[in-house]
T-cell receptor
Framework: DTGVSQDPRHKITKRGQNVTFRCDPISEHNRLYWYRQTLGQGPEFLTYFQNEAQLEKSRLLSDRFSAERPKGSFSTLEIQRTEQGDSAMYLC???????????FGQGTRLTVV | AQSVAQPEDQVNVAEGNPLTVKCTYSVSGNPYLFWYVQYPNRGLQFLLKYITGDNLVKGSYGFEAEFNKSQTSFHLKKPSALVSDSALYFCAVRGFSGGYNKLIFGAGTRLAVHP
């Protein structure tokens, strides 16, 4: 499978715990995006990487959220001190430098109890 | 600021009938427009895009979309709906801010195709 891969697919955590999600983009894609989707809503942009550089962060990304993309390959999204409002589907997408459409992974569904 | 509006929360259509899912956009400059489909508990799948050229764009699974600059619309269409087309459809526009690009999505339209 050469698509975007996300792990885990589902995560249930207690409020206050830290969680980390991983995204493996399509190998030749240098652009990587994180989005958050809540029930009944469209995906909301969180952050954007070009290679290893994090070039843009949404105001939605509070200080509890951090994302990395070491060596411009896979990316991780960490949420510290999770809150119930963090419950959502977290989507990762990648695109090549010469294309315009983004290709999405299947997402990680986070439930904070 | 760039934005996308999908005025219908849900569209119901009988199998075999034509379907239209509406999208209007607001951008400064030339619009780059996209349609994605989402099945339950899945990520988004790319259907089609308009960058430039013909106003009628053909995409995956028999879908097409018509770009109308004067009406700032990019409606998704299919001549004959299938039950398997039932899903959540998102229109998106590529926005540029701070020199960087990202997709800005509408709220989505649920398509229900009835046998």
């Amino acid at each position: 499978d050469t698509g975007v891969s996300q792990d885990p697919r589902h995560k249930i955590t207690k409020r206050g715990q830290n969680v980390t999600f991983r995204c493996d983009p399509i190998s030749e894609h240098n652009r990587l995006y994180w989005y958050r989707q809540t029930l009944g809503q469209g995906p909301e942009f969180l952050t954007y990487f070009q290679n290893e550089a994090q070039l843009e962060k949404s105001r939605l990304l509070s200080d509890r959220f951090s994302a990395e993309r070491p060596k411009g390959s896979f990316s991780t999204l960490e949420i510290q001190r999770t809150e119930q409002g963090d419950s959502a589907m977290y989507l990762c997408a990648s695109s090549p430098s010469t294309g315009w459409e983004a290709f999405f992974g299947q997402g990680t569904r986070l439930t904070v109890v | 600021a760039q934005s996308v509006a999908q005025p219908e929360d849900q569209v119901n259509v009988a199998e075999g009938n034509p379907l239209t899912v509406k999208c209007t956009y607001s951008v400064s400059g030339n619009p780059y427009l996209f349609w994605y489909v989402q099945y339950p508990n899945r990520g988004l799948q790319f259907l089609l895009k308009y960058i430039t050229g013909d106003n009628l764009v053909k995409g995956s699974y028999g879908f097409e979309a018509e770009f109308n600059k004067s009406q700032t619309s990019f409606h998704l269409k299919k001549p004959s709906a299938l039950v398997s087309d039932s899903a959540l459809y998102f229109c998106a526009v590529r926005g540029f801010s701070g020199g960087y690009n990202k997709l800005i999505f509408g709220a989505g339209t649920r398509l229900a195709v009835h046998p």
